[in-house]
């Protein structure tokens, strides 16, 4: 059967009803199969290990030498916010490498389910930055960690400078202006927008899992709510919207912000006079990672110099590789909000802090209530 | 063809071990139900394991409550009482019932037409405009879903088309992130399973019914509501519930094109299991939501009976 002949039919209105079926058919057939035998040709996904991450981290460039020695870059999954992907594992997806914050990391080791990573076996181990290591809850047995710290950066609001107008300063208060109402966005996932939430209302860090604390960020998330186009765990739908106008600021991290502008639309990652939230990511390995040498892979090549210099040229976040940053001046990493000091902007933000279980599930159940409407 | 093949196997097995056959084939004719549960096996055995044990996995569940990242399975109604009590959850479920109602409606009054159109209009290459008007739903849902973003969206195909022609000034805000917004790609999206079930109850419909309305004296309208639209009232039925049921517990959708405001059920209940990490509540409201979209369901049933009853 000729496709170019079947064409010809159509077009004279010669074909049968039959042979259009039968070619409808073998189209059918043609499709249906095609993921198998494609599945079959690249047999050896299954022998990468996955990485479990965020939206964006999925992308071959922070792979580079992983791809160098395996040939392709590992398998991705994606999740929205840390406490969906811990759930998720929990209900027994096994990943070789995930992605948690600072603030999740010691309820992650605590579920059990992840293991020591042996810095002898990271070739660019060396190279850490020792301040982003000594996080709370961080030091396994012999000297080992449990999160390996990739990226550091901020959450922030990105507006633009044409559509926003200023009054003031730059401050969290943009994002509950109610001149804009409709057109502000913000991330869904309760572990940057309550604590986003706690620095508007003046909550301090150490305060959060208050009773008052609880009380008085929930009333500024209600006071918000009515003003938000979307809540969003997809950095692109935010990063689409305010480059169209759709909306005039929204709550996103660095790298939104770093990508829109280079795409020339006029945005500004905002220096709230509050200070901005500041966090630290890493990697963990799961307990029971089926590929662990090509975990390990995963994390070197995270931690390699190459993937630094993608992530703060284009995405604007901070990398744990003090040598990533020597290939940049200090006017650039000042217009990037980085510096090669991360203390310095860690501490000048608000830094998340661990929390309990308890808390960060009561967190969870509150704002997706106010988000729903109540 | 059926017969020949039957008889076929039979005379081929039937040297091989024919007393023992015979004895096998001789209960399973007398005994019409075992033949019946036989031909229902692969089947039943999949409703077994994938929808029946999930089932119960579910319900035991309900009864439980989250204890920490664990359950405490203490029996109890505690979630049905918060699911009763707590009024997020009837807001959320009334919400989910409504956008799915008005795109169940939309969908059905749409499809009817263009069923009708080929059930009595059409007369070559029928199954050529079923094929046709089936074609957009070839493609994956979650593509269909992501084209109603692109429609639909702040700088899609309609703003940027009434902005070009100068109709409107600014872009409408209202058709994205809204129910309006999850209600037309609802509706849309599921046409095919209304435009299946309408043509079938459709083409089915005796047409000497129709000739013989006319000589009786009915116009084209008294001819539809008396002969068409109650013959037809099965394919509607099952349009109503494949596309309500379904919609009512619909996830994506609203996730992409809701917005704050056109969140359902159904995204409360994935929150259950995801953020939330309330396992227990989630199966009880996925109880509470089948119960009621049976509830609703009957009462349905029952009243298209009551109105059929009446019409005939």
Known sequence: MDVVDQLGAVREGKLSRRKFTKGLLAAGVAMATMPATSRRAMASVDDEATFFTWGGYDIPE???????????????????????????????????????????????????????????????????????????????????????????????????TDLYELEGEESWDMLWDKRYAGRLGSLASGGDAWWCGAIKAGVAMEDIATEEAF????????????????????????????????????????????????????????????????????????????????????????????SGQFMINDYGYGHSNRKSFDAFNEETLAGLGLSKNPQEILEAGHMQRPQTQEWETRMNETFEQIKAGF | MADTSLSQTEARSAPAAPPRVGRIAGILHR????????????????????????????????????????FDTTLTAHNYTRVWNEPIFGALLQRSFWISGVATVVTVALCYPMAYYVAFHVHRNKMMWIILMTLPFWTSYLLR???????????????????????????????????????????????????LPLYVSLEKIDKSLLEAATDLGDGPMARFFRITLPLSMPGIIAATFLIFIPTTGDYITPALLGGPDGAMIGNFIQLQFGAINNWPMGATLSIVLMLWISAIALVFLFVTRKAQERIA
């Open chain 1, 62 to 160: 922070l792979f580079q030498p992983y791809e160098a020695k395996h040939g392709t870059p590992p398998n991705f999954a994606i999740f929205g916010g840390s406490e969906e992907a811990l759930t998720k594992m929990r209900g027994g997806f096994v990943v070789d490498v995930a992605h948690p914050c600072n603030s999740g990391m010691p309820r992650w080791v605590q579920s059990g389910l992840f293991q020591p990573i042996e810095t002898s076996r990271l070739s660019n181990w060396a190279d850490v930055m020792p301040e982003l290591v000594a996080l709370p809850g961080n030091d396994a047995e012999g000297g080992n960690v449990w999160m390996a710290p990739f990226d550091w950066g901020q959450t922030s609001v990105t507006y633009r």
């Open chain 2, 145 to 195: 879903v992501f084209a109603w973003k692109v429609i639909l969206g702040y700088q899609g195909v309609i703003n940027s088309g009434l902005m070009s022609v100068g109709v409107i000034e600014a872009p409408l805000e209202f058709l994205l992130y809204s129910q309006t917004a999850v209600i037309i790609t609802l509706a849309h999206a599921w046409a095919a399973f209304a435009i």
């Open chain 1, 215 to 306: 009380t008085k960020i929930a009333a500024v998330m209600r006071e918000q709510r009515p003003l938000i186009r979307v809540y969003t765990d997809d950095t692109t739908t935010l990063e689409q919207a305010l480059s169209s106008g759709e909306m005039a600021a929204a709550m996103t991290w660095n790298s939104s912000a770093v990508l829109l502008q280079s795409e020339g639309v006029p945005v500004k990652f905002a220096r709230p006079k509050e200070g901005a939230l500041t966090w630290v990511c890493g990697v963990m390995v799961h307990k029971d990672a089926p590929n662990l040498d090509r975990a390990y892979d995963v994390i070197d090549s995270l931690l390699s110099v190459e």
């Open chain 2, 31 to 70: 005994n019409e139900t075992l033949r019946g549960y036989l031909l229902m096996s692969p089947t039943m055995l999949i409703m077994t394991i994938g929808i029946l044990v999930p089932f119960l996995i579910l319900l035991v569940m309900s009864f439980w409550t989250r204890e920490g990242f664990g």
